[in-house]
């Protein structure tokens, strides 16, 4: 019988008489556990245990509350092996690839530690005589994060590592499809020193997370996934006073400029594209070429790299990259693909007939090429989710800005040049919120905030970093001033001014 | 024939072919203008006008833009009377609570000069080996703002001069019932060399409100009226995708500490209970007195204040209270005090049937007061918007606090006291946005942000100050690396970290 | 034959063919070990180690640097009893107190963590049209630091951390009386990866202190200890053209206002005065009582407890003082009693006399308390640094102020209040760096910064948290326009400006 | 009789009885005013000035402080013209390069103006349970500035704007050179509303610096000049023991990258070289060019735009180059020209001989351009101040920063090229403060701060922007916690920590 996956609730362990859904490793197409989905007791317990955690959490020091993700820190350097698998089995990625996930999050797990810091308010003294002011962020209460399957480590340690820091609580809803790793984090966080009921997390599907949404106790919504999730997500949390920010996909385009050195952005894009099997909301899927002499070389290029590429499970270093992450997926690219070369698409390298010996029934996906696509193709305007890169060529780069901002996306970009003008002009105009200079993956650094412009991202904070800790807080603003003891002040009627 | 207050769009008053409401004195009842209620067309030419002028406007250095706020703070202080008058006179406040309220605006104003130093994004050097990474905060582009009529001149000036200085162009909807001076005002900002377009404004009702939101070219929006509407109008702009901060309602209480001066707690609760008629969203409508003692002296204390209060037109500036704002806001009020009666309140001062001589068609209202009102009664539970004070009892600042927290709004409240552990309880624990410690209307200076808790405030950020400059614009987080001229890079599939 | 404590140099021990000087035991007055006195080839080889390893280490990410940091802090915690033992073996004080220095030590290596947040510079785009501006906080070099025995494991952290996460590289020169800890904890840091050289530790003594100010190499000095040498110090660092900082003495007042509770006064007065035998540069040495009344109390209550004090060596953990750090100084503070009771000083509590049981030879001293001190005795004036504390009687807060703001130093102060007015009047008047409201011990946490007014302190930055990065690093500011292909300028012969 | 300049004395101007000295007209060679010298009497009585005005102006809201701001930088706008003339009659320069002076100048009163902002302590909630802390940034009371006379209207314009708007009090003493502007402008800042004393101005020489930096009333010093002169104000006033900023001499490089388009480079080079007669600190006097090929190019044009230089008196606006400012400086850069042709520099373009009809007696001085100059040579080495332009032949980048890193100065240098990579190299490893990116004046605008490296600022802080509001304010850390009724805390003899 496999393992059954359940939810963390107030230190403890949930897995009985629930509904439970399969989790399938993608390499081998087999399932490999079961994860519980919630029922709405269960739901409510994790928000009852957050809501009871809340006030003596709330009042710990927040230095005291960064003990916790020093230690935390050290956990999962310790245990990244442990987590590095489960993340590699369940979602399909190749493990040397996990690990950069981890390190990312990781990252975000010190960004937390420094919340002494972070936290602090302005205060002014005399902003009238003898009146001092100042502003406290204060936590908001229970939080809710609902997480995707592609970056199964790495998307909650944005998330609840700051919210808790700032003194809230939280119910962490994480993807079905790999939820292991998620479960085993939040265990290590736990034996960190976490108190019980301060980080809960329950798995489940769309009814969980309109009750995280719907529930009153519930303060904000962090939420990171498709577009049209999120904004559906944005929306609800919206209607009921809620303040939410919902990031959703991408369609993120290198721009490649006459002077930059071909074999260099060759290997940059092969990455960029075809890393996860290209399951990343900063993965490149378009490249803009600046003429056809660039277009040439850098197909050219591509496709022996694309025709090499090492495919397999995940679980074997050597490879490049490992599978999609369901057979619906797969479905989907497969469509896609089929799609663009019916409405013209110049197919230099299909992935669609990979087969990969010993896996037959994984849901591997060969690296995928096109020249000469068009804007007005599906394939350049769906997110595709997959591995699989389209060229397009155009004649400046104000055209190729004007490419990017006319698509409803604006998560991620980046340009390949040497010249200063150029990268300036670019990184001015584009209507996009992560900007790389011959960058490819431009996911800022964990002290820099992530977050994507358009219909990539609904509210107005980003993710992680400096712009998290004023979502996961409320400003008070506290004007103070002290009665002298012989004074008597006249009634003011008038609007108080300096 | 009345004057006709028309809409300024790209630098012109339009006022041909509209449909016209009447604008009323409080004072005499009578109309004294006629406000165009715009069509869906001049709607759409104001938002088109903002559009053309903000490209040149958003290039425009912030140092540059900062020029036409130092000449506009200049002209708003040379016409501060005609502004006041244009106050007093549709709105029916007395004209030094109408300078009162000017120079809190102004101090907006002097805010948004500071845009550079507002402006400036985090860079740092190295955050890998030899990539930087930044942060620009750039304009959204065009944005716009709905403004309440209580305070008809500094409320507008909480937003557009942030949001332009930013580098957006502005879309203003007013109140219909107090609009002169929000179009003269614009038009000192024209004078001061803001470029056409910059700042537009319309009059109008619900539908032009609907219309800006739901236009796909404004790109955020900022509304400060009642808790119902800003409920209602930040469902709408989420559910369009859009960021929205939309201040409501208030039932602001001050908590007297037994330790308390009474003539200083009375002479602080008269005016900020009775200034503007109670027409402030940081109006003390609730004074919690901890103990019958409190109470007692208070009351008696109180009682003879508000009998003396004098009150009649804004326009003598004797007076210390004007009218109420309609003649169905005095029928409003009047319900609620009758119904307070019917409830079990106790009338202390009944202003019901006051009447100015000489101004019988006024909409004044009498200073009144309860006393011995409980949570249950809908005195206390709704913002009534008039010159009432209730008073409750209590036995504990435990008590108060947690009354506080019950409330369904968290705008303001003020603690009266000498003592620090009292002031430090309160603040900390009160769930209200603006905390007063011996400060009854403890509205931050500019330089700090505003905003309530709970169902006062609709989004994430607070209205002007810090928080403003980042709800108007976007943040762009660059990465960038330049390559060295022989160094050839190998692929990176797995995630990048450090 | 006794240990020979060396120097730390490029990752190793150096310990051959020196000088070297007995350290002592103060509980026993036996040498325990003795300590290397670097020479001047040994001064230059260290500061030559760090100038070797600081290219390597500046270029290295702030990101990467502050894992060392992470680990560091780890192994601190980890190693604790042994450096505490360290500590109260040479210093003397009692191990509780080694262990809450060393929590506040660990503090400032948790603050050096953030160190890519803190590092941050400002980037401002269109200072001018297309030309963007941005300040970078570089490091210096090589720095060093001279600390005092007081806080032997504490004082150096408030140093070196910062500066080397900074990117610089750090002689530090501990002082010779206790430097076991000093050069144990460093070797902790290089356990945890810091590289060689990058902090290097040299014993000596004035020698070594003039070599480290005269060297062209060092970019900045930090020192702490008393004022004439931080004076010297200040004077010969800016003579040689560098940025210094140099903490001095104190003489702390304690404020008893007529609200205070006498007991909690009592119970902080006496940590306060008497914790670490009154060798703190915080240690309240003057408490100031606001009338008779409570001065009488407070003397009373001081009386019995002084009398009681519990004194031994601290490596018995149930003592509450330890000894005085050398013969020397218990002659000093012996002298200073024998004055001021010649002077008029009301001896209360007399410590001269204490003879601890089987460690006759330690250098113990007995708390000591005077009553009706006058500003002009001696024992008023001079920072003793030991167990003696003295009442002064005033009869208002405000003399009380100006008795503090006449006195030379203006290290820390506090008040014992519940009264807000008198607070505020207190924390705003009074010229002293460090300001405690109830309490008595008012070090600022490591993310805010430590430092007094006027002769306890010169230069302009302050000790750790965020004036220590500014301090150790350089800002650049750096303006960028990028020529446009086509353009071409003219010549400005005028001073350029927007 | 020629206009006596006298001082500006808590609000009256003060000439009788002194010494006196003349002012020249550089253009004319001859005396235009005479500036009296301030006796050790009227020297004092500017600091009593100024120290009797601090106390009231320390406790003036910060806010209210700012509207002074607001009126001057009006005023200086108003009367830009006479200032201008005013500048360009006793310093020399054309009429508008003092106005891109004057509105550099007003550049900082804007930046002055958002003192409120600029103010902001950090406040912490709960460092410890129920303690929290907080910071101000108080004034220090009395400081001092001196400044050069080559900005006569800027330079000052950088120091008391910002040091009066955090609450202190100021002594000018401006160059004796050209003292007109700074009275009149100090005049203007009264007629603003700055009160009487808050702002003082006495003329005088050394003796007259000596007094203000040994008198214990002034709390710190700022200081622009040469190189030797702010060393020993450095020197002197921390041997007072007090904080000081001291901004010395310029040797600005300009590096010439192969792909720098040569045509602006000679434009940019010609405004930075010979701009004010060479007389600025940010000029360009070395100009580095990468290969010969460069070089040769460079100095072929630039010597056809030297020779055609406009040299005349600076009141008619179509000249390029005013005069020296004495006639000593005028054989001083002779003396200079005239050794580096003995030394075996190539002589392009001499000025040495240049007469400017109707202006025989004038001290104007010809564009000078040498070639192959090496830095062995003394015309390399030393700040000649005078409108004479160095080529340095080298072969690579690398070369170029090795030279620039070892001159003893390092205030400004720029780079012209269009290529990232190198662009980044020079601006991380320069070791120069101010660094332009294709900007020939890298001036910083005023919210960003000036500072040179090296021997060009002696001192931690740079001036103006946000290091100045730190370098005139001392900060005061304060914790707070209230006693609770009950509660009764033990003595905490240990060191106190979380």
Redesign the interface.
């Known amino acids: 019988m496999l393992e059954s996956i359940g939810h963390l609730i107030n230190g403890e362990i949930h897995s009985e008489e629930e509904q439970a859904q399969a989790v399938y490793n993608p390499a081998t197409g087999e399932p490999c556990a079961q994860v519980c989905m919630a029922s709405e007791q269960t739901v409510a317990m994790a928000i009852s245990a957050a809501k009871q955690a809340y006030p003596a959490w709330r009042?710990?020091?927040?230095?005291?509350r960064?003990q916790v993700m020093?230690r935390f820190?050290?956990l999962l350097e310790d245990n990244q092996d442990t987590i590095c698998e489960l993340v590699s089995r369940e979602h399909g990625k190749?493990l040397?690839?996990?690990?950069?996930?981890l390190?990312?999050g990781i990252?975000n797990v010190?960004?937390a530690?420094?919340i002494?810091?972070?936290?602090?308010?302005?205060?002014?003294?005399?902003?009238?005589?003898?009146?001092?002011?100042?502003?406290?962020l204060?936590p908001l209460g229970v939080v809710a994060g609902i997480t995707p399957f592609n970056f199964p480590a790495?998307v909650p340690l944005w998330m609840w590592p700051s919210a808790v820091m700032c003194g809230n609580t939280f119910v962490l809803k994480p993807s079905e499809r790999d939820p292991s790793c998620v479960l085993y984090i939040a265990q290590l966080a736990e034996q960190a020193g976490l108190p019980k009921g301060v980080l809960n997390v329950v798995n489940g599907g769309a009814d969980a997370v309109n009750q995280l949404i719907d529930d009153d106790t519930i303060q904000?919504i962090s939420f990171v996934g498709s577009t049209p999730i999120a904004?559906t997500i944005?929306?609800r949390?919206?209607?009921k006073?809620k303040?939410?920010q919902a990031l959703g996909g991408a369609k993120n385009h290198a721009v490649i400029m006459p002077d930059a050195?071909i074999?260099?952005v060759t290997?940059?894009l092969?990455?960029a594209a075809?890393?996860?099997c290209g399951q990343?909301c900063m993965a490149i899927s378009v490249a803009v070429a600046i003429g056809d002499k660039v277009a040439d070389a850098l197909v050219d290029k591509l496709k022996h790299?694309v025709e090499a590429l090492k495919v397999g499970p995940g679980s074997d270093d050597t490879n490049?990259?490992g599978p999609l992450i369901t057979a619906a997926q797969k479905d989907k690219v497969t469509n896609y693909v089929t799609q663009a070369v019916e409405q013209g698409a110049e197919l230099i390298v299909d992935g669609r007939n990979l087969v990969v010996l010993g896996y037959e029934s994984g849901f591997f996906f060969g690296g995928t090429l096109f020249d000469k696509v068009t804007p007005a193709m599906d394939i350049y305007q769906q997110e595709v989710f997959g591995p699989v890169l389209v060229v397009v060529r155009v004649n400046s780069l104000e055209e190729a800005v004007s490419l990017i901002n006319q698509h409803e996306y604006g998560n991620g970009t980046c340009i390949f040049?040497?010249?200063?003008?150029a990268?300036?002009y670019f990184?001015?105009q584009v209507m996009?919120?992560?900007?790389?200079?011959?960058?490819p993956?431009?996911?800022?650094?964990?002290?820099?905030?992530?977050?994507g412009?358009k219909?990539s991202l609904?509210?107005?904070?980003?993710a992680y970093g400096?712009?998290s800790v004023?979502?996961y807080t409320?400003?008070?603003?506290?004007?103070?001033?002290?009665?002298?003891?012989e004074?008597?002040?006249?009634?003011?009627?008038?609007?108080?001014?300096?």
């Open positions: 009042n710990t020091p927040p230095a005291v960064a020093y820190k050290q190749v040397s690839d996990a690990k950069g996930e390190a990312r990252e010190e960004f530690c420094g002494p810091e972070l936290l602090k308010g302005e205060h002014s003294r005399n902003v009238g005589r003898d009146i001092d002011a100042w502003s406290e204060q790495m904000a904004e944005y929306q949390a919206s209607e006073g303040r939410c050195d074999d260099n290997s940059a092969m990455g075809y890393g996860s990343r790299q490049e990259m040049t040497r010249d200063g003008e990268s300036r990184s001015d996009v919120g992560m900007v790389g200079i011959n960058v993956l431009p996911v800022p650094v964990s002290y820099h905030s992530f977050g412009w219909r609904f509210g107005d904070l980003h400096p712009d004023r979502f409320r400003r008070k603003a506290i004007s103070q001033r002290w009665p002298t003891g004074a008597k002040d006249g009634t003011l009627f008038s609007f108080p001014s300096l």
